[in-house]
């Protein structure tokens, strides 16, 4: 049987790590955004928004926030803003919480909720859902939900894997003849542009921006800069010890990888799926 990866082990021990340090936590942000494409792909996007200046964006929701990093990044790119943070992990409200009132960070918000459970009506001007949607079994009603939260005009930015390979799926297939996919705690393994886009213009959006991240040069920063590390620390946290080394020898090529994709055009295909719709 073949191993497949599970994040929420290693999230815990390295929130455990930075968890009542601001400065390690702010190390931490800075090492998510090294070394996570789907950072690089968010950032740039959300910095394309406010560049734009098409709308103020006084109210924004993180619809599942996660470490925060997201929120942290908003909060800068938009002092003015109000932001509402949001998770069903109270660990890691609490965290976020404790993080944000020691460095003085005024404009977030953070709340225990379910987003499937959510009733906002017209409140906020943009909504950054990252990661999520993968995670959740009625996409559908959130995406609703999403729809309702919105004031009219405002936007919803959704990063989430496609059907393309985004888990692995392939993998564990093969091996178990499981849904699961290489990532333990999805629920699906990916969407199509076809469903993605169809529920959530069923929901009521208008589709403003469609693309695919992860093309040929993120699968090979994936699987170099993320998948065998992750393994790694899978089978024993002792290889924490060893990641350092490790990368020391394969960041500069992850970086590359990196570059090269984010700057790619006109990508047909890929593992991931950032989409921008508007109300």
């Excluded at 999520?132 to 959704?158: C, Q, S, T, W």
């Excluded at 290489?182 to 693309?211: D, M, N």
Aim: hydrophobic content about 40%; charged content about 30%.
């Amino acid at each position: 049987m073949l191993p497949y990866l599970q994040y929420d082990p290693i999230k815990n021990t390295l929130a455990r790590l930075v968890k009542r340090t601001p400065l390690l936590r702010k190390i931490f942000y800075k090492l998510l955004g090294l070394i996570f494409l789907r950072e690089w792909y968010v950032k740039k996007r959300i910095q394309r928004l406010k560049d734009s200046k098409v709308e103020n964006l006084d109210s924004i929701l993180d619809a599942g926030s996660g470490f925060g990093q997201y929120t942290y990044f908003m909060a800068k790119q938009f002092p003015e803003g109000k932001i509402l943070s949001v998770d069903v992990k109270r660990d890691q409200i609490e965290d976020c919480k404790y993080f944000f009132s020691k460095i003085g960070l005024r404009n977030c918000e953070f709340r225990i909720e379910d987003l499937t459970k959510m009733e906002y009506k017209n409140t906020f001007d943009f909504i950054l859902s990252v990661d999520v949607m993968e995670h959740i079994e009625d996409d559908e009603g959130v995406m609703r939900r999403f729809y309702n939260a919105l004031k009219p005009g405002g936007r919803v930015m959704i990063n989430t894997p496609s059907n393309l390979g985004g888990s692995d799926v392939e993998i564990l297939r093969s091996a178990q003849n499981d849904k699961a996919g290489f990532i333990g705690e999805h629920v699906r393994t990916g969407y199509s542009k076809e469903e993605i886009c169809g529920k959530l213009e069923k929901a009521g959006f208008e589709i403003e921006s469609f693309e695919y991240t992860y093309g040929k040069w993120g699968r090979m920063y994936w699987k170099t800069g993320i998948k065998i590390p992750m393994l790694m620390l899978n089978k024993s946290q002792i290889f924490f010890l060893v990641l350092p080394f490790y990368y020391l020898v394969t960041i500069w090529f992850v970086l590359l990888f990196m570059v090269l994709d984010v700057n790619e055009k006109n990508k047909k295909s890929g593992t991931g799926i950032l989409v921008t719709v508007k109300k």
